[in-house]
Antibody
Framework: QEQLVESGGGVVQPGRSLRLSCVAS????????MHWVRQAPGKGLEWLAL????????KYADSVKGRFTISRDNSKNTLYLQMNDLRVDDTAVYYC?????????WGQGTTVTVSS | DIVMTQSPDSLAVSLGERATINCKSS????????????LGWYQQRPGHPPKLLIY???SRQSGVPDRFSGSGSGTDFTLTISSLQAEDVAVYYC????????FGQGTRLEIK
């Protein structure tokens, strides 16, 4: 079945970097745009970034522009989120999601905790 | 950026009764070239990722029970659960995908 599996989360100090991965299976990954969305503890959903199906274009939320970079490797069916200069308020569950009908397939999420 | 505002923030409904959640966007989500509203509804149960219920404002995602329905056009939209079941307790979000993506703040649905 169509599946997304995130990894790479963990506990990191403020100012440090982390790279998240999202591996897709059960569908043609290279045909779809992909998103990253996060959810801070007890809060709502916040869209972060979108990458075109072929990696030719990217868009970012103002809250992460210049600090986070979305990328993909279609040969590995993998989406990435490089997060630099992390802040305490970046603490959240990070989800990847497929760009069709809005976002029709979601991963289970990976937790990032930014704390000193 | 398009701002999505849901009402109410929380809702308590008796089992078997109707639940209605509203969503208003700061700009029209209707694309006149294809007559589609770029609006979706999601259900999120505790500890789980969001689940797509409705897309194009009124199209039910495969496998979603028919007690869930969506309506509206332009800037005003509604999610209706016709007969509330215990498993429908969750937070519900509207989402616009006309211009990247933004979500409403969420509506918490509980059993009365």
């Amino acid at each position: 079945q169509e599946q997304l599996v995130e990894s790479g989360g963990g506990v990191v100090q403020p100012g440090r970097s982390l790279r998240l991965s999202c591996v897709a299976s059960g569908f043609s990954f290279s045909k779809y745009g992909m998103h990253w969305v996060r959810q801070a503890p007890g809060k709502g959903l916040e869209w972060l970034a979108l990458i075109w199906y072929n990696g030719s274009n990217e868009k970012y939320a103002d809250s992460v522009k210049g600090r986070f970079t979305i990328s993909r490797d279609n040969s590995k069916n993998t989406l990435y989120l490089q997060m630099n200069d992390l802040r305490v308020d970046d603490t959240a569950v990070y989800y990847c999601a497929r760009d069709i009908k809005g976002t029709d397939v979601w991963g289970q999420g990976t937790t990032v905790t930014v704390s000193s | 950026d398009i701002v999505m505002t849901q009402s109410p923030d929380s809702l308590a409904v008796s089992l078997g009764e109707r639940a209605t959640i509203n969503c208003k966007s700061s700009r029209s989500l209707l694309d006149s070239s294809n007559n589609k509203n770029y609006l979706g509804w999601y259900q999120q149960r505790p500890g789980h990722p969001p689940k797509l219920l409705i897309y194009w404002a009124s199209s039910r995602q495969s496998g979603v029970p028919d007690r869930f329905s969506g309506s509206g056009s332009g800037t005003d939209f509604t999610l209706t659960i016709s007969s509330l079941q215990a498993e429908d307790v969750a937070v519900y979000y509207c989402q616009q995908y006309s211009s990247t993506i933004t979500f409403g703040q969420g509506t918490r649905l509980e059993i009365k």
